[in-house]
């Protein structure tokens, strides 16, 4: 069985920070990537981060040069440290990880449960 569990999320003012953390973890044979979604009321769920086990990265123009993904393989956890906070960066996020299980051939999506990030004054 494969789980992620997400942490880290919150409430915070304009301008502030948060750092999410995403660990995947059960029968894991490789990584192949690693994502933050975020999905606002009436809003469809978009892509904010994207990482490769080799460390290639992927920002939309809305959160580049504000947001940054890193991953700890040994670890299996991705991270997502969001600086400048705006309110429309209010969301739910969700992880994502591309894994291939152990004893499996292809690779398949795994989600998280989602963590809350309100930004507001």
């Known amino acids: 069985q494969v789980q992620l569990v997400e942490s880290g999320g919150g409430l915070v003012q304009p301008g502030g920070s948060l750092r999410l953390s995403c660990a995947a973890s059960g029968n894991i044979f490789t990584i192949n990537a690693m994502g933050w979604y975020r999905q606002a009321p009436g809003k469809q769920r978009e892509l904010v981060a994207g990482i490769t086990s080799g460390g290639s990265t992927n920002y939309p123009d809305s959160v580049k040069g504000r947001f940054t993904i890193s991953i700890d393989n040994a670890k299996n956890t991705v991270y997502l440290q969001m600086n400048s906070l705006k309110p429309e960066d209010t969301a739910v996020y969700y992880c994502?990880?591309?894994?291939?299980?152990?004893?499996?051939?292809?690779?398949?999506?795994?989600w998280g449960q989602g963590t809350q990030v309100t930004v507001s004054s």
């Open positions: 994502k990880v591309n894994l291939r299980r152990a004893g499996w051939i292809l690779p398949s999506d795994y």
